[in-house]
């Protein structure tokens, strides 16, 4: 009968930090009027408005992507009577990657004064355009956790590490976390971006083989 050999099994985690070069911006417009056509056309000569600042400061087609888009009535109750129609809500929302993070203000700025008091600006996220150097990173820091543990555990143990039994990747922030913010710097100036860094968390279980 053969014995099972000993083993320790330790969870690492590790987090690797760069500068950014992928914006993501989430920009959409808004129109409320009394007829749904009125809304409509308006919502989208406001976001056509926005495409156009966008494509005329060099942000190409493919980084621009509608992801989402509504139309709705909105009601109101009236003593009597019910709920009654008082108008119409359009809007739509664009997807914007900008690749050039140093010019990204003057992007934003040319995009709201475009669409006008239509605009909203929804949202940003700081990223990398090919993540997997970094991801690389975060998982060899995550491994060099996992092994520091499981050397103390062996010590501790008066045993020594074998063999690798098996790795698996443990759930974790595979995607890049925005450490940036967005600042006035005055009242007559648009806002800037400070890029800041972003993280990738990466983590993982090892089980080693321990031997005498």
């Known amino acids: 009968m053969t014995e099972n050999p000993r083993s320790v099994s330790v969870n690492g985690s590790g987090t690797a930090e760069a500068a950014p070069d992928l914006l993501t911006l989430s920009i959409g417009v808004e129109s409320r009027r009394p007829e749904v056509e009125?809304?409509?056309?308006?919502?989208?000569?406001?976001?056509?408005?926005?495409?156009?600042?966008?494509?005329?400061?060099?942000?190409?087609?493919?980084?621009i992507t509608t992801s989402g888009l509504d139309v709705r009535a909105e009601v109101s109750w009236q003593e009597g009577r019910g709920q009654l129609v008082s108008g119409y809500l359009a809007s739509s929302t664009l997807s914007v990657r900008l690749r050039e993070l140093a010019a990204s203000s003057a992007v934003i700025a040319a995009a709201v004064t475009a669409g006008g008091d239509a605009v909203r600006l929804n949202g940003l996220e700081l990223g990398f355009a090919d993540p997997s150097?970094?991801?690389s990173r975060a998982r060899e820091a995550?491994?060099?956790?996992?092994?520091?543990a499981a050397e103390h555990f062996a010590s501790l143990a008066g045993a020594r590490l074998g063999r690798v039994v098996s790795v698996s990747q443990q759930p974790g922030n595979a995607h890049p976390i925005p450490l940036a913010r967005m600042k006035s710097v005055a009242a007559s100036?648009?806002?800037?971006v400070e890029a800041g860094g972003s993280s990738v968390t990466a983590a993982?279980?090892?089980?080693?083989?321990?031997?005498?």
Do not use: F, I, K, N
């Open 142 to 148: 995550a491994w060099r956790d996992a092994r520091t």
């Open 189 to 192: 100036e648009p806002l800037t």
């Open 38 to 63: 009125a809304a409509y056309g308006d919502a989208a000569r406001a976001s056509s408005a926005v495409t156009a600042a966008l494509r005329d400061h060099g942000v190409p087609d493919a980084d």
């Open 204 to 212: 993982v279980g090892v089980v080693w083989e321990l031997l005498d």
């Open 133 to 135: 150097v970094v991801e």
